[in-house]
């Protein structure tokens, strides 16, 4: 049974909290009375989204934006000692922050590989490793990776992409082995096709066979409410009914 209101005064970092799969996921949170910190590249979208957090009714919860790049160790390092400066520490850390540029592997940009390896693997990387220390001296945390179906079911003309999240499924599955014993559970959602604006698409009348956005919120947001002997380390999620 959940118990909605053991997320109030627990602090999450959302990352890729601007828009998408990150703005639902801080939403589902914030309206669970969690005190929320997201971040995203672009100070104008991180406005628009505490916007829209604002709007939405919450139990409590406090909600503090900040740019940072993820790719940026010492951007990764200030985003969690801000959490923990500003919300007493950092007990959620959803990794969700991701792009994706898709194309055949001869035709793809030395730039596009990087941009997709640093973003969605090397990352996550900088913000575990940076959220690490201060959930062990809190006890415990969560870390919740944001990876996707791709990772596990290559395809053409998605090399990087699929490479960089399979990537992320096994730094995902070995620090929840490292870190288990510390009170740190670590899981993946491995979502399928999600109306976002996600590699540049836009939501269209077409795109009512995918996920919704707050269908992958929800799935993080029970993963959060199982008890502390229950660790689903891995999650699929995908469209009942897929495309022909
Ligand atoms: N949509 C799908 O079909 C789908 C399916 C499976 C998995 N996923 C995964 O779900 C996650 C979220 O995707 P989405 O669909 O919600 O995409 P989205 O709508 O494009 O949102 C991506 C978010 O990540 C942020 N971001 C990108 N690069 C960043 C960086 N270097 N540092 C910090 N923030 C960065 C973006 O903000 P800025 O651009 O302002 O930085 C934005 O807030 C990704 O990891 C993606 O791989 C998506």
């Not at 990150?22 to 406005?47: F, H, M, N, P, Q």
């Not at 269908?215 to 959060?224: E, M």
Request: glycine share 10%.
């Amino acid at each position: 049974m959940t118990d909605a209101s053991q997320f109030i005064g627990r602090s999450a970092v959302v990352t890729g909290g601007s828009r998408g799969i990150g703005l639902a996921t801080a939403i589902a949170l914030r309206s669970a009375g969690a005190d929320v910190l997201i971040c995203g590249r672009s100070a104008d979208a991180l406005e628009a989204a505490a916007a829209q957090i604002a709007s939405v009714p919450a139990v409590a919860g406090r909600l503090v934006t900040q740019t940072a790049d993820v790719r940026e160790p010492e951007q990764a390092e200030r985003l969690i000692a801000s959490a923990v400066e500003q919300l007493g520490g950092v007990e959620i850390l959803i990794n969700n922050a991701g792009v994706g540029r898709f194309s055949p592997l001869a035709e793809l940009e030395v730039d596009d590989w990087r941009e997709m390896i640093e973003t969605n693997l090397s990352g996550v990387f900088h913000c575990c490793r940076a959220a690490i220390p201060a959930m062990k001296q809190r006890g415990g945390g969560w870390i919740i990776n944001v990876s996707s179906l791709a990772g596990k079911h290559p395809f053409a003309g998605g090399t990087a992409y699929c490479a960089s999240k399979a990537g992320l499924n096994a730094l995902t599955e070995s620090l929840m082995q490292e870190v288990r014993r510390d009170g740190i559970r670590v899981s993946c959602v491995l979502p399928g096709s999600v109306d976002t604006r996600f590699a540049g698409n836009e939501s269209s009348a077409d795109a009512g066979w995918k996920l919704a956005a707050s269908d992958v919120a929800q799935t993080v947001f029970d993963l959060l409410c199982h008890p502390p002997r229950s660790l689903p380390s891995r999650v699929e999620i995908r469209p009942s009914v897929p495309r022909k």
